[in-house]
T-cell receptor, first 114, second 112 residues
Framework: ETGVTQTPRHLVMGMTNKKSLKCEQH?????MYWYKQSAKKPLELMFV???????ENNSVPSRFSPECPNSSHLFLHLHTLQPEDSALYLC?????????????FGEGSRLTVL | QQQVKQSPQSLIVQKGGISIINCAYE??????FPWYQQFPGKGPALLIA?????SEKKEGRFTISFNKSAKQFSLHIMDSQPGDSATYFC???????????FGSGTQLTVLP
């Protein structure tokens, strides 16, 4: 496996369900990110982890709960979501958060909330 | 202050033509301006990037033009090909990857 891998690729859930998105990077990076991508909108940064420590939470509702057990894995736990949370959720990694460098994105998890 | 405004929202170009996508910013602290390319079903991938100490950077058929005084930068795709059909995002940051601010994207379609 190479690059940034996200699972599942597609997820449909009801508003009362609990599910998790998983991201794994094989690039040896120390920073990982969750972005939300909605149609015709800029990518929205949700969470940032650097060396497993959360460094940023961009006013994301508590129904989204991130977890970073190590520098290679990142999870986004979802519970009691709203239909407006339907979007493509992208995971990304970079060498370190303070580098002005390249973000490497996964292919995303397409979430539909019914 | 943190916004990056991108236009047009969509663009249709004939094969062999020039595709031009524009971005404007307000934050004068931005010092890194990348462009990302996203194909359907894929995540964005870095295409080309520029820093404000140069006015132009070219990589193959892709060129970034940068106008510091106007706080604008643009992506030019020369000899556009159907394989270039994708969504293009401009972005800007002031010192770190975690501070990247993205534009809203341009969906480019190159007709054969």
């Amino acid at each position: 496996e190479t690059g940034v891998t996200q699972t599942p690729r597609h997820l449909v859930m009801g508003m009362t369900n609990k599910k998790s998105l998983k991201c794994e990077q094989h690039l040896g990076h120390n920073a990982m990110y969750w972005y939300k991508q909605s149609a015709k909108k800029p990518l929205e940064l949700m969470f940032v982890y650097n060396f497993k420590e959360q460094t940023e939470n961009n006013s994301v509702p508590s129904r989204f709960s991130p977890e970073c057990p190590n520098s290679s894995h990142l999870f986004l736990h979802l519970h009691t979501l709203q239909p407006e949370d339907s979007a493509l959720y992208l995971c990304a990694s970079s060498t370190r958060t303070w580098d002005t460098g390249e973000l490497f994105f996964g292919e995303g998890s397409r979430l539909t909330v019914l | 202050q943190q916004q990056v405004k991108q236009s047009p929202q969509s663009l249709i170009v004939q094969k062999g033509g020039i595709s031009i996508i524009n971005c404007a910013y307000e934050n004068t602290a931005f010092d890194y301006f990348p462009w990302y390319q996203q194909f359907p079903g894929k995540g964005p991938a870095l295409l080309i990037a520029i820093r404000p100490d140069v006015s132009e950077k070219k990589e193959g058929r892709f060129t970034i033009s940068f106008n510091k005084s106007a706080k604008q930068f643009s992506l030019h795709i020369m000899d556009s090909q159907p394989g270039d059909s994708a969504t293009y995002f401009c972005a800007a940051s002031s010192g770190s990857a975690r501070q990247l601010t993205f534009g809203s994207g341009t969906q480019l379609t190159v007709l054969p």
